[in-house]
């Protein structure tokens, strides 16, 4: 699976163009505004007490230890767990999240690109990386070296698309099944359930040899989820995406917005290469 990622990332790197995106802040002035500055760091306070809150019965009633690192098989633990390691991609996802809103309440407030690309990689970074130290003092879980690098890829890779042309025209994506019945309660942990995605825009990456009549919010994604069976297997699927970010407004908020909405893979024909072959016409 790692062999086909680095090979899917060769092929899109060595032939990419800058996505012709509508862009999102070139109407806004490169000065920082303290009303804005103000506001939006209460809205990430907010949401990142909003989200710990919410988590807590979930991942926080449990005893309580002296700090420890995770481990599975007696091992510090990295990536290969009980959940074969999607709850990596799902902390990559987090991360990347983190830092787009950082991002863009940090542009809204007037900072300029480079500002703002910092800051949200800070930002995401240490938000993450308080929760993983806040795990470390609690016995089932501790601090998950694995996590914490994933961390930092989520909010990097979020950044990279800021400042290398060629990375907008990839988007790292999450899809979840509520078709099917969840393996945990909680659906934040029915790993079973989701879907990362990492898709890639033809229209953009080969923007000259492209035919006319090739639909440019098309993309092509390669997925990773992992079976609802006891003994967990990767599954490794390809299939095709929507790329929202096609739709053009004058509003610096709606364009947000389908920026958000197009971190979601709606569903969309795919085919499951492993275990075994099966086909969707509409994979969830």
């Known amino acids: 699976m790692f062999r086909i990622a680095l090979l899917f990332f060769f092929i899109t790197s060595s032939f990419g163009q800058q996505i012709d995106y509508n862009p999102q802040f070139s109407n806004l002035k490169n000065k920082a505004d303290l009303q804005k500055g103000l506001l939006s760091t209460a809205i990430i306070g907010l949401s990142v007490f909003s989200i710990y809150e919410t988590g807590k019965p979930i991942y926080y009633n449990e005893a309580r230890s002296d ?28 991360a990347s999240l983190f830092a787009q809103n950082i ?17 949200s990689l800070i930002l995401a970074s240490s938000i993450m990386g308080a929760m993983e130290v806040h795990d470390a003092y609690y016995q089932r879980w501790g601090f998950s070296t694995g996590d914490f690098i994933f961390n930092l890829m989520g909010a990097s ?22 078709t099917k019945e969840k393996d945990d309660q909680a659906v934040i942990e029915s790993y079973a359930n989701m ?34 069976s ?3 297997k990767t599954e490794l699927l390809i299939g095709l995406d929507y790329n929202l970010k096609r739709i053009k407004t004058k509003s610096i908020f709606l364009n947000h917005l389908i920026h958000i909405l197009d971190r979601y893979h709606f569903p969309a024909p795919a085919l499951r290469l492993a275990p075994g072959f099966i086909g969707y016409g509409l994979y969830f």
């Open 67 to 94: 700090f420890h690192f995770t481990r599975y098989n007696g091992d510090i633990e990295l990536f290969d767990n009980g959940h074969r390691g999607l709850d990596k991609f799902g902390h990559m996802y987090s």
């Open 230 to 232: 006891n003994t967990k």
């Open 103 to 119: 991002y863009f309440l940090s542009r809204w407030s007037g900072f300029n690109n480079s500002t703002a690309s910092w800051t």
């Open 195 to 228: 879907t990362f995605w990492m898709t890639a825009n033809p229209s953009g990456l080969f923007e000259k040899s492209m035919p006319r009549w090739f639909p440019n919010w098309l993309n092509f994604a390669i997925g990773v989820s992992v079976t609802h």
């Open 157 to 178: 890779f979020y950044v990279g698309q800021q400042n290398i042309p060629f990375m907008r025209n990839l988007d790292y994506k999450i899809s979840y099944d509520f």
